[in-house]
């Protein structure tokens, strides 16, 4: 307690605006900003990362405006039906895999806290 100010009270105070800053950052990444930051990882720690990249792009683009906090299961299902309907059931499976990887890296980085692609079940795929 030196001159008078308490080092714990001086810390909770800095792990409240540090909270804050994180909510505000939450409220207000859109979906298409966590393409990009996700892309940014890939093209770091990931080989694959252009097949993932033109999936998300082509298909997922109704919910670029979207905040990723209000992307629900029933913006993502129809979707994935609309592939399905065109009988892409592995272009379906992947686009929901690269979906599900995004959000999880989205939780990890404390910037949502659920995951909406969790109850969404691939297709069965036959082996050739």
Wanted: charged share 35%; glycine share 2%; net charge positive.
């Amino acid at each position: 307690m030196a001159k008078g100010i308490d080092p714990r009270e001086v810390k909770r105070q800095q792990q409240i605006e540090e909270n804050e800053k994180r909510l505000k950052a939450r409220q207000d990444i859109t979906f298409k900003q966590l393409c990009d930051k996700c892309e940014e990882y890939s093209k770091i720690y990931n080989t694959s990362s252009k097949g993932s990249t033109a999936r998300t792009h082509n298909y997922g683009k109704p919910l670029f405006l979207k905040k990723i906090n209000e992307v629900k299961r029933n913006d993502i299902e129809p979707i994935f039906n609309d592939i399905s309907k065109e009988e892409k059931y592995a272009t379906a499976n992947l686009f929901l895999i690269t979906l599900r990887t995004m959000f999880n890296k989205a939780i990890k980085w404390e910037l949502m806290d659920r995951n909406p692609t969790l109850r969404i079940d691939k297709h069965k795929m036959q082996a050739r």
